[in-house]
């Protein structure tokens, strides 16, 4: 496994310099930031990410006013609260997007986010307080008590919430693959734990968030 440094040299190269290869990078949120978010807002990303899966993004977009109205503004107790008739009736409603096992998720997060609110203040304070490095048991949380929030949806919803973490893209699969951490795409505890391991290390490396190695990691291959 290469140093960090190395490997952010290649991405700044083939980016045109570091002032450009900076300018890539995703933002992120302190914890206090985190925390500030109200707890319907991690509703509707789970949502939106949950729908967006396999399906064209601006289409989801487009329809999301609808989405909002149809989902009570994503208030996570009205949410868990939605009786089936009320969401059979969605079906009917050409405003959202009719899948009914994702609509389904959708009642089945909000008692999610409702769960971490009562165990911990609210479902940002958890968030915004798992440390990052241990973004695999997060991702093994949302999996396990959240619906359809496994692999690339729970890391889309944690980057576009502004909760630091890597992104396992095919490009990020690659570079982990070039530098010996993993010899395929990581799917189980074992090979998600040596990725986990290069992050930290390449983290106490570079000083860097999680988020910028993982998008110079994708930058650095070809």
């Known amino acids: 496994m290469e140093k960090f440094s190395k490997i952010s040299d290649r991405a700044a190269k083939r980016k045109g310099g570091k002032k450009a290869l900076d300018e890539l990078m995703p933002e992120t949120k302190k914890a206090a930031a985190l925390k500030r978010i109200k707890d319907d807002r991690w509703l509707a990303m789970m949502t939106k990410c949950v729908f967006q899966a396999g399906f064209v993004w601006r289409v989801v977009e487009n329809k999301w006013l609808g989405f909002e109205e149809a989902f009570h503004q994503f208030h996570p107790k009205r949410v868990a609260m939605m009786h089936d008739e009320e ?11 009719r899948n009914w096992k994702k609509i389904l998720s959708t009642r089945h997060n909000a008692q999610f986010v409702c769960d971490l609110a009562e165990e911990h203040g609210s479902a940002s304070k958890f968030f915004a307080d798992w440390p990052v490095d241990d973004q695999v048991g997060l991702l093994e949380v949302l999996k396990k008590r959240g619906q359809r929030l496994s692999g690339s949806s729970g890391q889309f919803l944690l980057r576009f919430m502004g909760k630091d973490g890597f992104m396992l893209s095919p490009d990020v699969v690659k570079a982990l693959i070039a530098q010996g ?13 040596k990725v986990q391991e290069a992050f930290n290390a390449w983290a106490d490396e570079s000083g860097k968030p999680m988020s910028h190695i993982s ?8």
């Open 87 to 97: 969401l059979e009736g969605l079906l009917k409603n050409e405003a959202i997007i």
């Open 181 to 193: 951490v993993v010899d395929k795409a990581p799917t189980g505890k074992g090979a998600m734990k």
């Open 215 to 222: 998008r110079i990691l994708a930058l650095s291959v070809d």
